[in-house]
């Protein structure tokens, strides 16, 4: 049975979804050695959506074996500096989220608590390191790590192109990405010792302007025999328009610690 103080932070992150700081490869220096590996890592980034700022709302179905809840999330996002999110549930203010490079914060009207940290949390649930660009790019539809840092073997299918690393690592990495846009069809990571792993999807992308954003996204957290699913419905996105980022935690609420 999962504790309380899990179902708590599990929840915030499906909210936030809906090693802070990799250091970057010098160029050159773990770039893709196989040309063709290097062509479609190249399109996956040309392709990326482009925009300063972003609002637009969520609808955030969040399932465990205990629980089955749905959100109304409002979203927003200025590009690698904040994320900001606040649920609701039959339009009762439920919770506020607040992410930035260097902390990440949430407090929830029902428990009364609070938490304002890093990303220890996010990354302990998930199984892997989370840092914000890390977090940025899932809700992007980017791959999650940089595959400019790491060499890869590339596999064809009907689907589009399978990337996974050369060399043999603790942990697994696997990236599919659209034959036609290169976006991010899938991926995946686990821990090579360890029954844990997490799965994302994007069923399906919406065309903003003359960019590609995720109109879905579906994650699957697994630890051994305990799942966790959250389904995101992006809805009403508009991009470069005026944007702020409210956020105070409310006098008497709880924090939260995470050992």
């Not at 179902?7 to 499906?14: D, G, N, T």
């Not at 959506?49 to 749905?70: A, H, I, M, P």
């Not at 990303?119 to 980017?142: A, C, M």
């Not at 302007?209 to 957290?221: E, K, R, Y």
């Amino acid at each position: 049975m999962m504790t309380k103080k899990l179902q708590i932070l599990l929840f915030a992150f499906a909210l936030i979804l809906a090693s802070c700081g990799t250091k970057k490869a010098e160029m050159g220096t773990t770039a893709p050695e196989d040309e063709a590996v290097a062509k479609v890592v190249a399109n996956h980034y040309q392709n990326e959506v482009d925009f300063n700022t972003l609002q637009g709302k969520l609808n955030v179905r969040y399932t465990t074996e205990e629980k089955d809840q749905s959100v109304t999330v409002n979203f927003r996002m200025k590009k690698n500096d904040t994320i900001w999110m606040s649920g609701q549930l039959l339009g009762i203010p439920l919770a506020k989220v607040m992410i930035t490079p260097n902390s990440v914060q949430f407090y929830e009207k029902i428990g009364k608590t609070y938490f304002d940290g890093d990303f220890k949390f996010l990354s302990e649930l998930l199984g892997t390191p989370l840092d914000y660009q890390k977090v940025q790019n899932l809700i992007l539809g980017q791959a999650i790590y940089d595959l400019r840092e790491e060499r890869y073997k590339l596999s064809e299918s009907s689907r589009g192109y399978q990337l996974q690393p050369s060399a043999e690592t603790f942990l697994k990495k696997l990236f599919l990405l659209d034959a036609g846009n290169y976006k991010t069809l899938a991926q995946q990571i686990g821990e090579e010792n360890s029954n844990r792993s997490v799965t994302v999807t994007y069923p399906e992308y919406k065309k903003i302007g003359q960019q590609l954003f995720p109109g879905q996204i579906q994650i699957v957290a697994n630890e051994g025999a305990q799942n966790t699913r959250i389904a995101m419905e992006f809805r009403g996105i508009d991009l470069n328009v005026p944007v702020s980022f409210p956020f105070s935690i409310p006098s008497g609420y709880e924090e939260i610690y995470i050992e």
